[in-house]
């Protein structure tokens, strides 16, 4: 007679470190801290994984969504996850007779799961707009490249301020490379990092259109600030910022992607975008407001509206042609926080002075709001759009999980 299955079988929750990009997403958003990382590899640590999905939706490139059915005393350790390069290959469970074998549902209750569940809800949808275009991903990989050629490299913040921030423009040539607004890429930069491992790839979204930088050309462009303290203002090198900005025309770079499914435009007619963002945040932004530029004769266009914030006018990307675009076209609120002669202005101090236009927006089950910049300021803006909506007599939580379930509120923070 077959042994029987153990009692205790894992349903194992891994990261593949062949597609995962290192982006931190995950590790952020686990209710239960079970997901934890080391200079080479995301894991997660199966005595503290309940689960519950939290990590599963935000993760653009699907690298953490893995499961094997694990018998729990072989269940992979964090250090052994630790050392992988890639998944190793499924385990087969001990096999049992007909006997033996427990029903489908005191198979489920194998399963090996806390009894208490952590729930969590994300600031923002897990899904796209419904009218979204269906988004490429992970067609080139950590172990097959794509290389791409710089063909153009421009500061885009005054030469006189320390944010140092360029527009980078790479072509593609002939090979396919189907990228839609708000999606992003990776770059492996040159050379290995202190354990003498090649470097990662970097996450950067895109800050053109999808028909290219340059319309109907094969080609898209980043905005990448060159990384030279950490968020504490400790001195800190940026490996890929650093190689980035220093990069010359007709030099060539190893790109992977493209990544996201979920942080895409409307696609549909008339559809509103509320668009807040600092810093590098600006990218997908841009990306978003060029391709609206682009149709502005079409009539498809809905309304736009801008909340960009930065220490100065000097330190925010495309600042020149941003005030040159037409004013019936963008609704444009500048928040600086650092502008001589002037009090402080954050993005949700902004979105309260407009409060009014803001609310007409989100009344209009065609607007969609995104929101990228730093991990910061999600609270910040969450509360201000909360307030804005109870002054209008409205239930923030009632908007809230609606514009989340309908794709219609999206956070890319780091």
Known sequence: MNAPLPAQVLKQHLIDPEICIRCNTCEETCP???ITHDSNNYVVDPDICNGCMACVP??????????????????????????????PKEKALPVVDDAAAPSSDEASDVLAQPAAQTTF???????????????????????????ATVVGNYRVTGADTE?????????????????????SIGILPPGVDAQGRPHHARQYSLASPRDGERAGYNNLSLTVKRVTE????????????????????????????????????????????????????????????????????????????????????????????LMKLPRDFIDINLALSREPGQPKRYVQD?????????????ADRNTCIYVCGLKGMEVGVLDALRDVTMQGGQDWSIL???LRREGRLHFETY
């Open 32 to 34: 239960v801290d079970a």
């Open 58 to 87: 935000p993760c653009p490139t699907g690298s953490i969504d893995n499961w094997r059915l694990m018998v729990r005393s072989e269940a992979y350790s964090v250090q052994e996850q630790f050392g992988w390069e890639e998944l």
């Open 121 to 147: 809800t994300l600031p923002g949808a897990s899904v796209p707009p419904w009218s979204a275009a269906h988004p490429y991903v992970n067609l080139y990989t950590h172990k097959a490249p794509m290389t």
């Open 163 to 183: 944010s140092d921030i360029h527009h980078i423009v790479l072509d593609f040539g002939e090979l396919p490379f189907p990228v839609l607004e708000g999606q």
């Open 230 to 321: 950490d968020h504490g203002g400790v001195a800190a090198h940026g490996v890929c910022s650093n190689y980035l900005c220093d990069l010359a025309k007709n030099d060539t770079v190893q790109v992977i992607g493209p990544f996201g499914h979920t942080f895409l435009m409307p696609n549909h007619p008339r559809a509103n975008l509320i668009m807040i963002c600092t810093g590098t945040g600006s990218a997908p932004m841009r990306a978003m407001t060029e391709r609206y530029r682009r149709r502005i004769d079409t009539g498809e266009n809905g309304k736009l509206m801008l909340f960009f914030g930065a220490r100065t006018e000097r330190e925010l990307p495309y600042f020149g042609p």
């Open 350 to 362: 902004l979105i309260r002075d407009r409060a009014g236009q803001v609310r007409e927006l989100l």
């Open 400 to 402: 809230h999980d609606m």
